[in-house]
């Protein structure tokens, strides 16, 4: 097994996503439905979200947050950039994520900071999985089997190298 390696089109209108070996995994609408009554709890994202435009209760509100390739709502960006890796599963790889962000040429180096923001938020469940690998290995009640598999994910997680 090894790092996922990702091509992400996080754009205005589209969010395309392509995967090392795998092509183009997921294709889907930049928008989200978002609870409009104060907690800005994210309901739907991309189709599914897509689908309910014009179709809301007052207390939903469509959100577009990408506009002319500029990120103007972080929090909503990061969600559906989480869900749309949980869709393609690209978290559950423990040796972690690559990812290589498309961006329209000529961004100002904020907007090329709030792109890298929203991505290592989207991506915070990574940390948290070597997080735990490292504490299972402080264990003492962890058998010396699963140590040696631990210790070479981790070693894969600092230095990623295929070797195969």
């Known amino acids: 097994m090894s790092m996922v390696k990702l091509a992400i089109e996080f754009d205005s209108g589209y969010t395309n996503i392509y995967m090392k070996g795998s092509g183009l995994v997921l294709s ?4 989200a439905a978002v609870d409009d009554s104060g907690n800005g709890q994210v309901k739907a994202v991309g ?5 309910l435009i014009g179709k809301t209760s007052k207390n939903t509100k469509i959100v577009f947050p990408i506009f002319e390739g500029e990120i103007v709502n972080e929090n909503v960006a990061i969600e559906i950039l989480k869900n749309f890796l949980q869709k393609i599963e690209a978290n559950s790889s423990v040796f972690g994520v690559y990812a ?16 890298k923001k929203v991505a290592k938020k989207a991506g915070k469940e990574v940390i948290l999985k070597v997080l735990i690998l490292y504490y299972v290995l402080k264990e003492p ?5 699963c140590k040696a598999t631990i210790i070479g ?6 230095l990623p190298l295929d070797l195969m």
Do not use: N
Request: proline share 3%; aromatic share 14%; glycine share 6%.
């Open 28 to 31: 889907e609408p930049t928008v």
């Open 153 to 158: 994910a981790l070693g894969y997680f600092i």
């Open 100 to 115: 290589l962000f498309s961006i329209s040429c000529g961004m100002e180096a904020d907007v090329i900071e709030k792109y």
């Open 141 to 145: 009640s962890t058998s010396w089997e």
């Open 47 to 51: 189709i599914e979200a897509k689908k």
